[in-house]
């Protein structure tokens, strides 16, 4: 089960997001999850935004934190491109060394 809160920010074109999730018995990477955002729409319709989480491995019971940034660009009314950076912080499974791992992302969305 999951949940998801939305809430407007103080200023206008502000959003901040909390999300919570658990999971059990089904075949997930992460059987815990906990997430706050923050956005904010900066010019025209593109937005910026910042959040940090941490989950834990389903497999390994070992919990990592995240930071993401991430810009969402609305190209046209039907199409977004959002670049994202993540720093992922934890211990890798099978030395229980201390990690940071640098993922970048690209996300398509379409709007119909």
């Known amino acids: 089960y999951s949940a998801t809160v939305e809430h407007e920010g103080r200023e206008e074109n502000e959003i901040w997001v909390l999300r919570a999730a658990h999971s ?3 075949p997930t990477d992460t059987d815990m999850l906990l997430f ?4 904010k729409q900066i010019m025209g319709f593109d937005s910026l935004g910042v959040g940090v ?12 934190s995240v930071f993401e940034s991430y810009y969402r660009w609305q190209v046209t ?10 720093l992922i912080f934890g ?11 640098v993922v970048g992302g690209l996300r398509l969305g379409i709007v119909f």
């Open 24 to 26: 059990y018995g089904d």
């Open 36 to 39: 706050i955002g923050h956005g």
């Open 77 to 86: 009314k039907e199409l977004v491109i959002t670049p994202d950076l993540q």
């Open 53 to 64: 989480g941490m989950g834990r491995s389903t497999e390994t019971q070992i919990w990592q």
């Open 91 to 101: 211990s890798d499974p099978s030395t229980k060394e201390s990690k940071v791992r």
